[in-house]
């Protein structure tokens, strides 16, 4: 059984058909890669999976019975995370309480529960260290690199231990060296058993990290391989539409 | 060998977690509110030279008791700066909450019923503001001037224009709240004090806080964290105006009458002092202890002036050259950090 199985799912923004019929299914410790031009609609497909909105048409199975996401908190509550492009951090806040935003820890003492800062740091830091990631949990996230602020946003999505962790273009605005960090995050995801799905633009990255690929044109799927049996040429050419489908 | 080399991967892992910036001290230093606190003692020790008056405890007593008001505004101002937002309608707010104080306890009804009141109409023009704004999506700046005007105007109409200071049986006790003293600190510096107490616990204790802050720096990002980011901005406008009608009600127990014209301007010198303790207007930042802080700079101006002998008509003008002297010094501070 899939740890989530998309049927038939069909979105239309009036006339616009953003996506049409889009069959896929991700196994638990499985990442994915998402791939397809701008106006692709990899996007819109993201989005439906976050619970940012209902698909037109189409199911969606978690383990095998149907959910409908109206809201992004739907999603998470069934065991989805979401790392958004630009990562929805607060500047103003440190590493830890991003980490803990909306869930924070509390102490109780009588009738008045307050911050258990303590807790969270070490937590946070837990998790970093996890992460194999330098990031403090005491600084503020406006003094990091894009790198630490990646790893703040992927430690985020494991306190709740999801089954899926959904990527949105992760490696797209930093540098070299932070994209070999952002993978590694990426890895230590799959070893511990997290299904990821990365949507990017990026062909190495993708063929790095991915065990299967999924190309989107026009809002329909036009292949489905496993990264052994394709190769970057195949998968830019499917982009493009130089290649029909595969 | 491999033990020891675990155990100082251990101790580092642990160094880092456990690693900040700055130490307390230092981070103390860096905030906005220490810097204008140094200034205040600054010219209070020139003012020690300048006038015999001025270290005299009466004098003490009248500077700290002027700016309990505006420092308890201050405190709720802060808030809403804090979520990128103004509130340009708790000095007419105060004006209807204190007619509204006047009119209730004049009909005969005692100082509880009085104080409700106050709080209660305090609330709904919050509640009225705070809905329009997170809800409808409309400009802090535009709904709270509105409400400026339509505050003002309904204390005009309510109080049919005319000056309350019979404020029924309970009349000594709303007095003493607002215009006594115990243990020789006015009593609206006891609350003054025990305020910006219960701030600080909020901001740095509070989930409330937290989310409040959190919203000031990225509120898509709060909102995506599954934090009500409506109903907060909502409860961040009611807590704001609260404090406009708490201030109201000591003020007129002080003044022992009240007009409509309760509050006159008294907006602009709020957001002034919340901006010199430290506020950011573009959200995201809130000291509890500015706010206090900045609305005693102000009156520390003030009082100077009056006793220097230097002309009162000079007054705004140097509150004015302190509010721009407070955000640039605020500006240079972050170019340097960045």
């Known amino acids: 059984m899939s740890l989530l199985e998309l049927e038939g799912v069909t979105k239309s923004f009036g006339a616009i058909h953003a996506l049409q019929g889009i069959d896929l299914t991700i196994s638990e410790g499985e990442a994915v890669g998402l791939m397809g031009d701008n106006g692709a609609g990899k996007s819109t497909l993201m989005r439906i999976i976050a619970g940012n909105f209902l698909p037109t048409a189409g199911r969606i199975r978690i383990n095998g019975s149907e959910v409908h ?3 992004p908190i739907d999603a998470r509550n069934n065991g989805i995370e979401i790392v958004y492009q630009d990562l929805a951090l607060c500047n103003n806040l440190t590493a830890a309480a991003n980490v803990f935003l909306g869930r924070e820890i509390r102490k109780k003492f009588g009738p008045i529960s307050y911050l258990d800062h303590r807790a969270m740091f070490d937590k946070a830091g837990e998790l970093f260290r996890e992460l194999k990631s330098e990031t403090r949990p005491r600084d503020l996230v406006k003094q990091m690199s894009g790198g630490q602020r990646q790893a703040v946003a992927i430690a985020r999505t494991r306190l709740s231990d999801p089954k899926l962790v959904l990527m949105d273009e992760p490696t797209a605005a930093i540098s ?5 960090e952002v993978l590694n995050l990426i890895h230590r995801l799959k070893d511990s058993g997290h299904a990821v799905i990365l949507v990017s633009h990026r062909m190495p990255d993708v063929f790095e990290v991915c065990d299967r690929v999924a190309v ?6 036009v292949a489905d391989k496993q990264i052994s ?8 050419g499917l982009i493009t539409g130089a290649i029909e489908n595969a | 060998m491999t033990d020891t080399t675990q155990k100082s991967h251990a101790e580092i892992d642990e160094s880092i977690t456990s690693r900040q910036e700055m130490s307390g001290l230092q981070a103390a230093l860096k905030t906005q509110p220490f810097w204008v606190f ?5 010219i209070a020790v020139v003012m020690s030279f300048v006038s015999d008056v001025f270290l005299t405890e ?12 505006f420092g308890i505004m201050a405190l709720g101002m802060s808030a809403v700066i804090c979520t990128a937002g103004i509130d340009l309608s708790v000095g007419s707010l105060m004006g209807l909450a204190g007619i509204v104080t006047g009119l209730v306890m004049q009909a005969g ?11 209660g109409a305090a609330a709904i023009v919050g509640l009225i503001n705070g809905v329009l704004i997170a809800y409808l999506r409309m400009a802090p700046f535009v709904v709270t001037l509105g409400m400026l005007a339509m505050s003002r105007s309904i204390a005009m109409v309510i109080s049919n224009n005319k000056m309350i200071y019979d404020f029924g049986p309970d009349q000594d006790l709303f007095e003493w709240i607002g215009g006594e003293s115990v243990f020789g600190v006015p009593n609206p510096v006891w609350v003054l004090m025990i305020l910006t107490v219960v701030f600080w616990w909020v901001w740095r204790y509070s989930t409330w806080g937290r989310w409040v802050i959190a919203i000031g720096g ?13 109903r907060v901005i909502v409860s961040v406008y009611v807590l704001c105006s609260c404090c406009a009608g708490l201030a109201a009600f000591l003020l007129v127990g002080w003044f022992g009458s009240v007009t409509n014209a309760l509050g006159l301007t008294y907006e602009l010198n709020v957001i002034a002092a919340t901006v010199i303790g430290g506020a950011n207007l573009m959200g995201g930042v809130v000291y509890a202890f500015g706010a206090p802080i900045g609305a005693a700079l102000m009156e520390l101006i003030r009082n100077s002036l009056l006793l220097a002998g230097i002309d009162a008509l000079w007054q705004q003008f140097f509150v004015g050259l302190f509010l721009i002297l407070a955000v640039l010094l605020e500006q240079i501070r972050n170019r340097g950090r960045s």
Do not use: W
């Open chain 2, 38 to 42: 140094v200034a205040l003692i600054a």
């Open chain 1, 176 to 180: 070299v060296r932070q994209v070999a």
């Open chain 2, 58 to 69: 009466r004098n003490f007593f009248n500077i700290t008791r002027n700016f309990a008001f």
């Open chain 1, 216 to 221: 989107l044109r026009r809002g329909t799927k």
């Open chain 1, 229 to 236: 049996e394709t190769s970057p040429e195949e998968v830019t």
């Open chain 2, 109 to 119: 009804y005692g100082i509880g019923f009085g104080f409700f009141a106050c709080m």
């Open chain 2, 218 to 230: 990225n509120a898509d990002a709060a909102k995506l964290a599954g934090i009500p980011v409506e």
């Open chain 1, 69 to 71: 996401f109206h809201k």
